[in-house]
């Protein structure tokens, strides 16, 4: 059974800073493309970042120039690190692992920007 485990989420205040990480295993991790959607409530799944096994980044235009998507091959793990967080920010995270029309999902982690 494929597992995709998340951390890092939390609550953070506007403008801080949050790290979240998603380790697989090493076969997942070597053939999929790694990537973290977010659902806020009332709103439909988006794409935030992905990443492809070489490494070429691509994200979301609201997310551009804030958050960065990385991928650690000898951990087996993906990051996505968030800066100058906003309450726009505020979802459940989900990491993404796909190929050729097949996903795999983590549980979610919240994330909630507030003062």
């Known amino acids: 059974q494929v597992q995709l485990v998340e951390s890092g989420g939390g609550l953070v205040q506007p403008g801080g800073s949050l790290r979240l990480s998603c380790a697989t295993s090493?076969?997942?991790?070597?053939?999929?493309?790694m990537g973290w959607y977010r659902q806020a409530p009332g709103k439909q799944r988006e794409l935030v970042a992905a990443?492809?096994?070489?490494?070429?980044?691509n994200y979301a235009d609201s997310v551009k120039g804030r958050f960065t998507i990385s991928r650690d091959d000898a951990k087996n793990t993906v990051y996505l690190q968030m800066n100058g967080l906003e309450p726009e920010d505020t979802a459940v995270y989900y990491c993404?692992?796909?190929?050729?029309?097949?996903?795999?999902w983590g549980q979610g982690t919240q994330v909630t920007v507030s003062s």
């Open positions: 993404n692992a796909a190929v050729s029309g097949v996903d795999y």
């Open positions: 090493r076969t997942i991790f070597r053939r999929y493309i």
């Open positions: 990443i492809t096994r070489g490494g070429v980044p």
